[in-house]
């Protein structure tokens, strides 16, 4: 998976944890939040990118202070190859406001032409589906 | 400076004066490299750039029929030349969140599409095409002569059309 990915995975993953030791539902910490349910379902599987702003309410609704919920910065440890592409276009992919199947159709022009630092190795993995939206341009 | 500037400006400076353009060397030596990939998904989806500040990779929708390929590759070098950003990715029919359809209304858009217009079908060439064709067979049809010249310049015939059109010819 694209490095950006176990970011969000992890930050999910303390989500969960918090939330399961706040005895909270997902639908409780969605009425606290104000999103939908399903937003802290793809929260918790790192499949949403939320905005920073956004980690103010999910902290104080989970009873914690923002730092709680933040990975350790090896999380997101990315490389960046000489002539390959910035990592950061990945990063930029995910952020937009695209359909999956248009998603789908970049990560394989990318891997193609093999010049995202990682692409082969983890091309396997980027076949994941990628179910995010509501994207900030 | 206008999008049809910057297209004349790289077929002088690649000498390039005759039809059809070869839009795929254009993108290698402007250094993009080109994917070919088909699309499968819903919707349109022609190409898109992607790019930092050492590469530019242009991919392009290898479902497409090849003339409309090569107008995809023309508007995304447009991009390249053009504008800023490290990512633009065309889709006939793209809805930005407050439900407007981007394709239409974006400036950059239609900057794109003029000048791939000039950079596949450059104005000069156009007129001395059509020249030639009326001045031999001055009845010519105007289907016959929209689809011969389309052939000649590898683009689509309601590209060339369009382009007859603007340029005051038809």
Redesign the interface.
Known sequence: MPRVDRLYTEFGRLVREMRKDAGLTQSALAKRVGVARTSITNIELGQQHIPLHVLYPIASALGATPEKLLPKSEFAATTTAIGKLDPQLMIELNKQDLAASTKRWIRQVILKTSIVSGANDEAGKIRQKNTRRSRIR | MKPEKYAKKILDDLELDNAPIPVEEIAAHLGA?L?Y?P?????E?SG?L??????A?I?V?SAHPSVRQRFSVAHEIGHLVMHEG??F?D?TVRF??DGKSSLAIDPQEIEANQFAAELLMPGNLVKAAVQKRTSKKPNIPQRVLIADLAKEFQVSEQAMEFRLINLGII
């Open positions: 490299q994917s990939e699309f499968q998904g819903k919707g989806l898109m992607l790019r930092d500040k050492d590469r990779v991919g929708n490290a990512m990715v889709q930005n969140r």
